[in-house]
């Protein structure tokens, strides 16, 4: 019965693990198909040199259409204002109120340093348009609001740190809207929208801000990553991916969700970078809305993706008066655990650090993210954070650990007597399994128990795996050799004798792809099973022999980083279990208990009984 249940752990560890991969790992054909799509649109932007307008597809806010627009549209090109700060640097649009053209310093789209920049807004004529945008609906139906197609003034030379500006549109007819403009020091603007009216009537207008997608990203298609939209809106986490938008805004008029409520954030998620919008005045009412919609486009009818914020009710600015609007705060950047929790903290935007895919186990994988980095920013290297964070994860799993590698140390030396059992009893399996289950009670040892590290690590891995995956720290990050990128396979392979020959056999079937650290992984994981005592049942030991094929395979298109990580858990495992498995040998079963193996520096030795 002991051996069914070891038997069934094992199968199950095995096929959560290939459900995982099967689930995450889509083929490289695919990715390479997206990133040539991304690498096609980044270049196609970086050449860009002053961006002309397009008439903008109607408004669900209720800005002036296009068809309206159309019969004046300006044929001159747009004015910007120049965005420079430490870490962005872009354009603001003048014509229409966009900030349309920002890419972030720091961040190259490859590995080489000369590779361009990320951008990740983008003006409406290039590939991938995409945008922030602030403007008024006339709620009275009679006061004329500022377009798409309307020309702003800017008071000020340039959008930097410590220099805001003031966007002004007057509408000839006594109302004066304005747009003061702030940025940070890092990836946040500030916007605070007025209305001056100095008409003899009063004027009710609706301020508005919104993130407009106007085409659906290549998307890294894996199931634990989540990417499209996202907020935190009544205190809960609001995800929805583009295919689920799509769905749910088809039956509601391209109102895919709304929400209204006091404060929150919302936004469009990629796996390492974010816009999002989040109310200045968190106990304030605003309705946030996730649209879908289907427009007409160069194409056809093309899908738009839009989030904005609105106030329920408008504002009424009496003759003479001011209304002071919204105050929207607009991130556009990199999603940097740090930065989020200090945006958290600091401006009150309720659970920013969500923004990270940080899954189910959350309470697990954001603390293995801070000890991985604050471990990296030490050492200035994350695979040794990682080598280092192991070694501790080995440290406090080192009593639990010890006694299931001393279970299985006795295991094997009991193997001459088991086997005498099933010779004995070979006619009579009922008996040999009573005399089995008698021999294990008196040597007290659990043969399930030889299973406990693997399932001890299964949550581990898949934690560790998020790290490296979701967080923007991990990318880019560099190990030794020719590890550019932690966060990415490894690049090398078998099947080409290591680049010896010129062709890349993962182009036919992405699991002809054999790097040099998944062939470590597996001859530690063979080694390590040669520890093991053999499984008495055939059945048994031929999946065991089997295990380090298939996982080897399975973490083939795995990050390095990963991959590292369980090699180097292997080796920590081996020199254990083999120096248990010595102190055991030189005892005879039923003698004293085999003695404790020898503890780690600075661990604590285990109380005897």
Known sequence: MDQKRLLAAIAISIGILLSFELLNRPTREAQRAQQAAQQAAVVQQQQQASPLPLPLPSNPLGTPTDAAAAAGAPTSPAARLPVDGPRVLGTLNLRGARLDDLVLKGYHETVARDSPLVRLLAPRDGAAPYYAQWGWTAADGRTPVPGNDSDWTAEGDRLAPGKPVTLRWDNGQGQVFEIGLALDENYMVT??????????????????????????????????????????????????????????????????????????????????????????????????????????????????????????????????????GQAIRLFAGAKEVNLLDAYSNRLGIPDFDKAVDFGWFYFLTKPFFHILHFLGSILGNFGVAILVFTLVLKALFFPLANKSYRS???????????????????ED??????????????????????????????????????????????????????????SAPDPTNLFNLFGLLPFDPAHWSSYLHMPAWALIMGATMFFQQRLNPAPPDPVQAKLFQWMPLIFTFMLAGMPAGLVIYWSWNNLLSIAQQWTIQRQAGQQKPGAAAVPVAALPAGAAKPKKG
């Not at 009991?414 to 009893?425: A, D, F, N, S, T």
């Not at 009573?434 to 949550?459: D, F």
Request: proline share 7%; net charge positive; glycine share 10%.
């Open 429 to 486: 399996p009922a008996k040999a399994q009573s005399e089995m289950m008698a021999l294990y009670r008196t040597e007290k040892v659990n043969p399930a128990s030889g299973c406990l590290p693997i399932l001890i690590q299964i949550p581990v891995f898949f934690a560790l795996y998020k790290v490296l995956f979701v967080t923007i720290e991990m990318r880019h990050a560099p190990f030794f050799g020719w590890i550019h990128d932690l």
């Open 408 to 426: 299985m140390a006795k295991m094997k030396v009991l193997g001459p007597k088991m086997q005498e059992i099933r010779e004995r009893y070979k």
């Open 191 to 324: 916007a605070e929208q007025r209305v001056r009216n100095t008409g003899a009537e009063a004027v009710q207008v609706l301020p508005w801000a919104r993130i407009r997608r106007e085409h659906t990203p290549p998307t890294q298609g894996f199931y634990i990553l989540h990417e499209g939209f996202v907020g935190v809106l009544d205190g809960r986490l609001r995800e929805e991916t583009y295919s689920s938008a799509k769905s749910e805004a088809a039956k509601r008029g391209g109102i895919a969700f709304e929400q209204e409520g006091p404060g929150g954030w919302a936004g469009i998620t990629d796996k390492y970078w974010l816009t999002a919008l989040a109310p200045v005045d968190q106990q304030a009412r605003f309705k946030a809305t996730y649209r879908a919609l289907q427009e007409p486009g160069a194409k056809g009818q093309e899908e738009r993706w839009q989030v904005d914020f609105a106030q329920p009710a408008p504002i009424v600015v009496a003759p003479g008066a001011t209304g002071g």
